[in-house]
């Protein structure tokens, strides 16, 4: 029979609704429904591109008293088959305004997203991935992109619970990626040094690892060692009176009734702390998260039996119960003994690196090329432009003596002296004789015209 959600579970998608380890649990008695305030803020992020997206959709539908009853009488079943995303039909017209609004958001922000990743790929003859594109959209319904409907809770569901599938996966493949670069670039450097520096080079990691591994023993996740030192050294309780169901009710911090993979995981910080120090040279902060990954997939694996990605009580008792639970054996072997990479999977990503420099070379010298290129562009530019204004500069300079030339020369007190023709100068008068220079002309209009003198032969 699928396991029924608790009454006072946190009213959450990702607890009892996805079965996704309630790392956004909000508890019923801490969030009422008609609380504005904004949980997201304070849940720890999942690590999925629509992380936000999700919580908003939780939030808004922690406020509707109809969904919040349907999903105390929810099981697994009914979550996981989308029986539960029919009865959206019945939730109030407010919930549905506002998951109307937030869907509208996500399809604007997918849509930004898939712009800017595709201009930042443009480039000619690109053939664009459209099946990897409309993947984005798979956590809601693309088709309808104004409504929030049932089927857009049930893609939710699905796709988150596919994704947080993947995600310890994606983690594992980014850390062994990781650890074979670092590996890369220690031989590049040992191989730049010369002979008595590569060895004393080499003298010092082999130190350096030795002093890592002297650390104490380390118990094995889960196991009775490990629970009883937090029980008396975190806890501040009596080893002697170890009580698993007492542990568990100290340690699920939400009160929710299921330990989630975040309240797992502050289990193991003791056994971390005796590994790696931030202080430490020789230990790496990345391989003590790959270490914490691993503890809390081992308890799962042991303790999860439904694999629900949540540890109810009834299961961790029934841990308790188990032979392995008091083994203590030879405690928990550390990341540094599992090698991430073989020396195969190493050369086939030196080679992968060696072709990606080589485009990158390659592109930076086309980039350098052009670049010389626009250089000499911009100087035969720079060139016409000088040209253009020593030109400018002579026409003007021509205007401005051609103006000078034919400007009227001017009196000593600053007139204009205007000049005539040398036909139309007159003549000045001798000096001591100062008449009127227009007398002549004055006589000649006061004397009579002459008669024409008649003609003898007509006589």
């Given at each position: 029979m699928p396991t029924s959600?608790?009454?006072g579970a946190p009213f959450l998608l990702l607890s009892p609704l996805l079965m996704l380890s309630a790392v956004l649990a909000v508890p019923l008695d801490r969030a009422a429904p008609?609380?504005?305030?904004?949980?997201?803020?304070?849940s720890p992020d999942t690590g999925l591109y629509y992380h936000r997206y999700l919580q908003e959709v939780i939030n808004v539908l922690e406020t509707d008293g109809h969904f919040r009853e349907k999903l105390q009488a929810a099981n697994?079943?009914?979550?996981?088959?989308?029986?539960?995303s029919r009865e959206l039909d019945f939730v109030s017209h407010h919930v549905r305004t506002k998951l109307d609004e937030l869907k509208r958001q996500e399809v604007s922000r997918l849509r930004m997203l898939l712009k800017a990743k595709m201009d930042a790929k443009q480039e000619p003859n690109l053939q664009v991935d459209h099946l990897n594109l409309l993947k984005q959209f798979e956590h809601l319904d693309p088709q309808n992109q104004h409504t929030f409907e049932a089927r857009d809770l049930e893609l939710l569901i699905q796709t988150a619970t596919r994704d947080l599938a993947q995600y310890d996966a994606a983690h594992h493949e980014e850390f062994k990626r990781y650890e074979m670069l670092k590996e890369h670039e220690r031989r590049r450097y040992l191989e730049s040094l010369g002979e008595e520096q590569r060895k004393e080079a080499e003298r010092k990691l082999q130190e350096q690892q030795r002093r890592h591994r002297e650390h104490p023993k380390v118990n094995v996740p889960g196991s009775q060692a490990?629970?009883?030192?937090?029980?008396?050294?975190?806890d501040g309780l009596d080893p002697n009176r170890f009580n698993p169901k007492t542990f568990f009710i100290l340690h699920d911090i939400n009160s929710d009734g299921v330990l989630d993979e975040q309240e797992l995981e502050a289990l193991f910080t003791k056994e971390l702390e005796k590994v790696y120090d931030?202080?430490?040279?020789?230990?790496d902060m990345?391989?003590?998260?790959?270490?914490?990954?691993?503890m809390r997939e081992h308890v799962m694996k042991n303790v999860d039996t439904n694999q629900d990605r949540l540890v109810t009580l009834e299961e961790f008792l029934a841990s308790t119960q188990r032979k392995e639970f008091g083994d203590t054996g030879e405690g928990w072997k550390t990341v540094e003994m599992y090698p991430a990479y073989t020396e195969e999977e190493l050369r086939r990503f030196e080679e992968e690196l060696a072709a990606r420099e080589a485009e990158l070379n390659a592109k930076a010298q086309r980039l350098s090329q052009e670049t010389e290129a626009l250089g000499r562009s911009q100087d035969r530019l720079e060139a016409q432009k000088r040209e253009l204004q020593q030109a400018v500069l002579q026409m003007e300079q021509r205007k401005q003596q051609q103006q000078e030339q034919n400007a009227p020369p001017s009196k000593p007190e600053g007139q204009l002296q205007f000049r005539a023709d040398a036909d139309d100068v007159p003549v000045p008068a001798p000096a001591g004789d100062q008449k009127d220079v227009a007398a002549p002309e004055k006589k000649a209009a006061e004397q009579?015209?002459?008669?024409?003198?008649?003609?003898s032969q007509h006589l």
């Open positions: 959600v608790p009454r008609n609380q504005e305030e904004n949980q997201a803020t304070k697994a079943e009914d979550i996981k088959s989308g029986k539960l490990q629970l009883k030192e937090v029980w008396e050294e975190l931030p202080k430490n040279e020789e230990d990345r391989e003590m998260e790959e270490e914490r990954l691993r009579p015209p002459e008669l024409p003198q008649p003609d």
